[in-house]
């Protein structure tokens, strides 16, 4: 059974740095498929962060991308996610999941909220 | 990217059925077969229940069936259950291996 556990900090302060790990059980991130990140803010729907591959090859949100960092560490079996100069509105429940080859997101993290406040 | 559009509730009786709709562009929904829904209950993390316009994952009952037309998808729950109340949201490929999703629908069960 594929499990994904969101970790980090619940709350940052403004122009600070939201860093985030999911740690996966039960599959291996070496052997396939893209490891991502989504977020949805309060009472809102999902928005589509970044994506990574063992290789560490990645994908971002073009709207995001110049915030944003992705890692993998195939070592610890885990992903992480960097977002700089955070403000009010990166406050969100942030998950980590698996996205198959079909572009889907079949396996998801129970997600962890993220307050930016000072 | 531009989130995708859909109705924010729709509603129906237990045994009828509902249809959530989900449109996007011709760089998305209309360029790819590769839509996908998932459920969300409150406080809980998303549940994939089609992917690939129409294909169902193993566990997920088969009163739920999606399709597409032109830059729409649609997701139909038939024989509407007290447990099918809750948000659904689609979500589409959107080239570069980029994913986009809905703005959501909050499904009642009268």
């Known amino acids: 059974q594929v499990q994904l556990q969101e970790s980090g900090p619940g709350l940052v302060k403004p122009s600070e740095t939201l860093s985030l790990t999911c740690a996966v059980s039960?599959?291996?991130?070496?052997?396939?498929?893209?490891w991502g990140w989504i977020r949805q803010p309060p009472g809102k729907g999902f928005e589509w962060i970044a994506i990574?591959?063992?290789?560490?090859?990645?994908f971002y949100n073009s709207s995001l991308k110049s915030r944003v960092s992705i890692s993998v560490d195939t070592s610890k079996n885990q992903f992480s996610l960097k977002l700089y100069s955070v403000t009010a509105a990166d406050t969100a429940v942030y998950y980590c999941?698996?996205?198959?080859?079909?572009?889907?997101?079949?396996?998801w993290g129970h997600g962890t909220l993220v307050t930016v406040s000072s | 990217q531009s989130a995708l559009t859909q109705p924010p509730s729709a509603s129906g009786s237990p045994g009828q059925s509902v249809t959530i709709s989900c449109t996007g562009t011709?760089?998305?929904?209309?360029?790819?077969?590769?839509v996908s829904w998932y459920q969300q209950h409150p406080g809980k993390a998303p549940k994939l229940m089609v992917y690939?316009?129409?294909k169902r994952p193993s566990g997920v009952p088969d009163r739920f069936s999606g399709s597409k037309s032109g830059n729409t998808a649609s997701l139909t729950v038939s024989g509407l259950q007290a447990e099918d109340e809750a948000d659904y949201y689609c979500?589409?490929?959107?080239?570069?291996?980029?994913?986009?999703f809905g703005t959501g629908t909050k499904v009642t069960v009268l």
């Open positions: 979500s589409s490929y959107a080239g570069n291996n980029n994913n986009v």
């Open positions: 690939e316009v129409i």
């Open positions: 039960g599959y291996s991130i070496s052997t396939a498929y893209y």
């Open positions: 990574i591959y063992h290789s560490g090859t990645s």
């Open positions: 011709s760089s998305d929904i209309g360029g790819y077969n590769y």
């Open positions: 999941a698996r996205r198959l080859w079909e572009y889907q997101f079949d396996y």
